[in-house]
């Protein structure tokens, strides 16, 4: 990159400015002041001096207001949690944290590849994080070691430590799923249905399952109407259907996979989450896209120094991410398109509403009934409490200010969640709805 801009600096003394090593230095005297430099702020990256270096961080982050981060080593199992300001506050005042929580991993974003979990919980301002878990291998016991980390960082008497969420999802990771349920024993565990799909097309490219090439598509697209049957009765048809498929039927092997999967169809289909608050959330992208800005915009596509300048990136650089895009959410400079799913919408069905109830919280429309309080209404849409039609149309006639849509309430909401401080309704940071396209 270096030598790059300086050609284009020097244009004809090019040969002449390279040979200057004060201009040019050499990879290894940049190497060297790169470790020089990154040892005086983030300490040894040595591997045997992590344990010290990361417990001195985490004793000198604990000493700020609402910082909390835990470290253990056992053997030769580490596991750090990590629950920041702004996380504490997602979990304090966002509603939505007691309904659904998502969990997935990423490494390399560090030079001995430590595993990073993100807790997240959606919402109408996105995927927001709520814990953080660092660990140095993928195995059962380290995982539990951070989650039970990750509940001392948890503020006191959070629903988190009480009932746990309604509905926890994760990819097809049996070690997540088993540990999690230890904790949270009442919710509901649901998989990932892009994970799912993936693993199934990754298992038909698989060559040692022979699955001929102009296959692929055929039956990778008939395992994908099962899992978007909208009803058990559909569901029942179409896997007949599938079975007596000339196709499959060629297929011994996969006739057997796909009934390993169908024994577990209740975590993945989509007609076994008719009556499950997903809010229509039913993948864990939101935590893929925070994997992204964590390793683009963050990390820079480089990996971090050490466990120390990671853990430090984590809960400053992206805890500052966090706040510049609650804010962005609160003063109305989302991108139109993110928030769109959330904004509701005059279908020209406003006319057709009846109150059912003198408090005005039940409503009929077009032969659905709304609930306002739970924004929940009895169509195929809002079933899940996704804003269907006319839970949209509800919300505009009653002008209610619900914290699940895009709304005024909504936005002062992730402000008091960004800045831990109320924001007066009359404020003129409140008064833009226009939006970034
Ligand atoms: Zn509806």
């Known amino acids: 990159m270096l030598q790059m801009e300086l050609e284009l600096q020097s244009n004809e003394d090019y040969a002449e400015a390279c040979m200057d090593s004060s201009k040019l230095p050499s990879l290894s005297v940049v190497n060297h002041l790169l470790n020089n430099e990154f040892r005086k702020i983030y300490g040894s990256r040595r591997e045997s001096d992590i344990d010290r270096e990361v417990e001195k961080y985490i004793s000198s982050y604990n000493q700020q207001p609402f910082c909390k981060a835990a470290f253990s080593?056992?053997?030769n199992s580490l596991a750090i949690a990590v629950v920041t300001p702004i996380m504490k506050r997602s979990i304090d005042l966002l509603s939505n944290v007691q309904e659904m929580i998502m969990l997935d991993a990423s490494g390399h974003m560090d030079r001995l590849n430590h595993r990073v979990y993100f807790f997240i919980s959606p919402g109408v301002a996105g995927g927001i994080p709520i814990g953080c878990i660092i660990t140095n291998a993928e195995e059962t016991n380290i995982f539990r070691e951070g989650v039970k980390l990750l509940c001392e960082c948890f503020p006191e008497k959070c629903c988190?430590?009480?009932?746990?969420p309604l509905i926890v999802m994760t990819d097809d990771d049996l070690k997540e799923r088993e540990v999690l349920s230890e904790i949270w024993p009442n919710s509901t565990y649901l998989l990932c249905q892009f994970h799912v799909l993936k693993a199934v097309w990754r298992w038909l490219m698989n060559s040692e399952n022979k699955i001929l090439k102009e296959?692929?598509?055929?039956?990778?697209?008939?395992?994908?109407?099962?899992?978007y049957a909208e009803t058990e009765m559909q569901l029942k048809?179409?896997?007949q259907n599938m079975l007596e498929n000339s196709?499959?039927?060629?297929?011994?092997?996969?006739?057997?996979?796909l009934s390993k999967l169908f024994s577990k169809k209740h975590l993945w289909c989509t007609c076994h989450r008719k009556m499950l608050l997903t809010r229509g959330n039913n993948t864990t992208n939101y935590v893929e896209s925070l994997f992204k800005v964590l390793k683009e915009t963050i990390l820079g596509r480089v990996k971090a120094f050490s466990l120390v300048q990671l853990l430090d990136f984590i809960v400053t650089k992206f805890e500052k991410y966090l706040h510049s895009r609650y804010l962005d959410f609160s003063?109305?400079?989302?991108?139109?398109k993110l928030v769109k799913r959330f904004l509701p919408d005059d279908k020209g069905i406003i006319q057709n509403i009846r109150s059912l109830n003198k408090d005005n919280t039940y409503f009929e429309i077009d032969q659905h009934f709304v609930d306002l309080e739970s924004s929940i209404c009895t169509c195929f849409v809002g079933m899940n409490g996704k804003l269907c039609k006319h839970l949209s149309a509800v919300i505009l006639k009653q002008n209610k200010q619900s914290t699940f849509v895009y709304s005024l309430e909504s936005r002062k909401l992730m402000y008091e969640v960004a800045t831990g401080k109320k924001l007066?309704?009359?404020s003129t940071l409140l008064l833009p709805l226009s939006f970034n396209s």
């Open 73 to 75: 080593k056992v053997k």
């Open 215 to 227: 296959h692929h598509q055929e039956l990778y697209f008939s395992f994908k109407s099962l899992m």
């Open 331 to 336: 003063f109305g400079r989302s991108n139109k």
């Open 247 to 257: 196709t499959v039927r060629k297929y011994d092997k996969f006739i057997i996979y």
């Open 160 to 164: 988190l430590l009480q009932n746990g």
């Open 424 to 426: 007066d309704s009359n």
């Open 237 to 239: 048809e179409l896997l």
